[in-house]
């Protein structure tokens, strides 16, 4: 069975820091990954995607992703973290075939302190 | 802010009524997916439409139904509300065809039942 896991509920960083919220999946065939954000009260945001090529993805905001085949993670990053990146940060993996259908991770939430 | 648009934004039923969300697709998307957020976890995939036909579903009871226009706009049903579904309801749209499409989430609906 796909799936996907989030092992950090919140994770707290000082602004200008780099962060990390960690993912890994589970999937059979090739993983087709995306990250979303969501802000309170908001639908979820795309971030970005991996779904072939280059293992470091770049996306919006300033975010970018690595994919690793081989420890099955997919790891967003941001080289300096802003006050406004304080939400919930969602993995996913697309589910193989025409469905459309995304398996998402529990959420982290982002914590950037001033 | 994504071309996507959902109605109404909050919604309180009670136990065993009916309720209907609804949903606009972004311009150009053919395919819609409606997804369950229940509070403090990942959304969770109901069905996809795609030629105004279900395309897909997920662990959802059968009082879970919905329709597609030929404008792609779309309405998810619920009956025999019961007080789980309680939950933000998000639809999103996409392109059919590609597991690299990525889908782009509404606002959402906050269903509350009593």
């Given at each position: 069975?796909q ?31 995306f ?21 470091l ?7 970018e ?5 081989s420890q ?11 006050v ?9 993996v697309?589910?193989t ?9 529990q959420?982290?939430?982002l914590?950037?302190?001033? | ?7 109404p934004?909050h ?6 009524q009916q309720?209907t969300?609804r949903?606009?697709?972004q ?10 957020q229940?509070?403090?976890?990942g959304?969770q995939?109901?069905f996809?439409?795609y ?12 009082r879970f139904s919905g329709?597609?226009?030929p ?18 309801y ?8 590609g597991n690299?499409?990525?889908?782009f989430?509404?606002?959402?609906t906050?269903l509350?039942?009593?």
């Open positions: 069975a799936s996907v896991a989030q092992p950090e509920d919140q994770v707290k960083v000082a602004e200008g820091n780099p962060l990390t919220v960690k993912c890994t999946y589970s999937v059979s065939g090739n993983p087709y990954l990250w979303y954000v969501q802000y309170p009260n908001r639908g979820l945001q795309f971030l970005l995607k991996y779904i072939t090529g280059d293992n993805v770049k996306g919006s905001y300033g975010f992703a690595e994919f690793n085949k099955t993670s997919f790891h967003l990053k941001k080289p300096s973290a802003l406004s990146d304080s939400a919930l940060y969602f993995c996913a697309r589910v075939g025409n469905t459309g259908k995304l398996i998402f991770g959420g982290t939430t914590q950037v302190k001033p | 802010e994504t071309g996507v648009t959902q109605s934004t919604l309180i039923k009670t136990r065993g309720v969300l949903c606009s697709s311009s150009g998307h053919n395919t819609v997916s409606w997804y369950q229940a509070l403090g976890q959304p995939f109901i996809q439409y030629r105004e036909e279900e395309n897909g579903r997920g662990n959802f009871p059968p329709l597609q226009f404008n792609y706009s779309s309405e998810l049903n619920v009956n025999a509300l019961e007080l789980d579904d309680s939950a933000l998000l639809c999103a749209s996409g392109l059919a065809g690299y499409n990525e889908q989430f509404g606002p959402g906050r509350t039942v009593l």
